[in-house]
């Protein structure tokens, strides 16, 4: 049986994420723009590339301090959970 909820304890990015891996855009996005900092504007433009939003998401991508991501879509979710991971140590 699938987890209908985040592990208690998550992190808000690490929320967003998970809300995205499991087809949740808006929960994700709305826990994304909650979080004021790099790395929530990096969560930010990625949702964005991934709704098909590139303008948005090259502003987001700019606030994170970051260039325009081009690497695949798994890809950049699976660098940004590393990063955020990495973080937490």
């Known amino acids: 049986m699938p987890i209908a909820k985040p592990p208690a304890g998550l992190p808000p990015l690490l929320r967003a994420l998970w809300l995205d891996a499991r087809g949740d855009w808006d929960g994700a996005h709305g826990v994304a723009q909650d979080v004021e900092d790099r790395d929530g504007a990096w969560v ?46």
């Open 44 to 89: 930010h433009a990625y949702l964005h590339r991934k709704e098909g939003d590139p303008s948005n998401a090259a502003y987001w991508y700019g606030q994170a301090g970051r260039p325009v991501c081009t690497k695949a879509l798994a890809d950049e979710w699976a660098d940004i959970v590393k990063s955020l991971l990495a973080d937490k140590r």
